[in-house]
């Protein structure tokens, strides 16, 4: 089970909630061009594109099928980060809106250095951190009977749900899985399995999702030298509401174990399928539908994290590709409002807290 204390958020209320309510509004960034940032995937051709004009199509020519698929689509990312000096804190927000999102991707890939690591740091750090004598309003606080379930147990996949003695929101979503239903669980986690040493099934946890308040974290199979890799970033998807926090309220959760799906329906209105794509040495990879195309003003994602310096921080840095295909890098103080058709939230510099956790990356937005 993943060390996933509920951090107190020290974030401006009134900057959030302007977010949520408003309008997006686009600004241009002015970070340099980095030779080393991710390239997009290339993009496959339309069949609708305009013949040539030097090429006139004659009358005769039997008009081409619409492309049911939807085209690639840039999305405003929103920085609303701000300073702390508390490796504990979730201080980092990046929200991502969009006119109209049907589809995109989530992964999580290791960090540029991650076949430099030799020791890895995943302890709680809190040299930095006052949190005072007045409990926050995000702390634990309303009680639960604690219980541990194994929902499903596959070849290659198991799944088990947990409820924790106290947590923050005392929503209890209902959960389906393979037609089993429960539900009331604050931890669902996703166990990659398979053979490894002397043929001994091996259960690596590779993702987790919080129903109670629509937090997610992933990351890929460790790196062949580490014995185990950390979480870092997590993140929502779906309607971003503030309550006290961002958060995603989710109604209900249906997975099916074989297909690898998620299903989830929002209190907002709106369904989403997840698909776990990939689960490999390289990355875990998701694939997001939405069920209609979302169109809310509220962000359909968002990326969060801690960040105090770059050696000490979940995140450090972005990379992107500008809606003309130009790559771009810059630091997380450097950004504010941009477009973007791809973008990776991560880290150059090995970080003394959770060194080993991986970048996040949203692209193949549509």
Known sequence: MPSRQIRPLRLIPALLCSLLTATAVAQSPTSPTSPTSPTSPTSPTSPTSPTSPTSPTSPTSPTPLASTDPVPAAV???????????????????????????????????????????????????????????PHPTDPRHTFKPRKVRLYDGKDLAIVGITFDSFWRPQRVPVTVGGRKDGGFHLIQFFDKRKGPK???????????????????????????????????????????????????IAHIDIDPRQRTIGLRFTAGGEAQVAIREISRTRTALDVAFHPPYRAQAPFAMLRSMYVTEDNADMSRVSWQDPAGQARDATVAEVSTWQAGDVRFGRTVPSRHNTSAPDIRFSDFR
Not at 114 to 124: E, H, L, M, V, Y
Not at 202 to 207: F, R, W
Not at 226 to 243: E, H, I, K, R, T
Request: charged letters at 20%; hydrophobic letters at 35%.
């Open 76 to 134: 405003e990312v929103r920085n609303l980060t701000t300073p702390t000096t508390c490796a504990e804190e979730d201080n980092v927000s990046f929200a991502l809106s969009a006119p109209s999102i049907q589809r995109f991707r989530v992964e999580a890939l290791h960090p540029a250095y991650i076949g430099k690591i030799r020791k890895d740091s995943s302890a709680p750090d809190f040299s930095g951190c006052n949190f005072g004598d007045t």
């Open 199 to 249: 043929g001994k099934v091996v259960e690596t946890e590779v993702l987790v999702l919080y129903p109670s308040d629509g937090y997610w974290r992933a990351k890929p199979l460790p790196a062949a030298h580490l014995p185990d890799n950390a979480y870092g970033s997590s993140f929502l998807m779906g309607p971003v509401q503030q309550d006290l926090r961002p958060i995603v309220d």
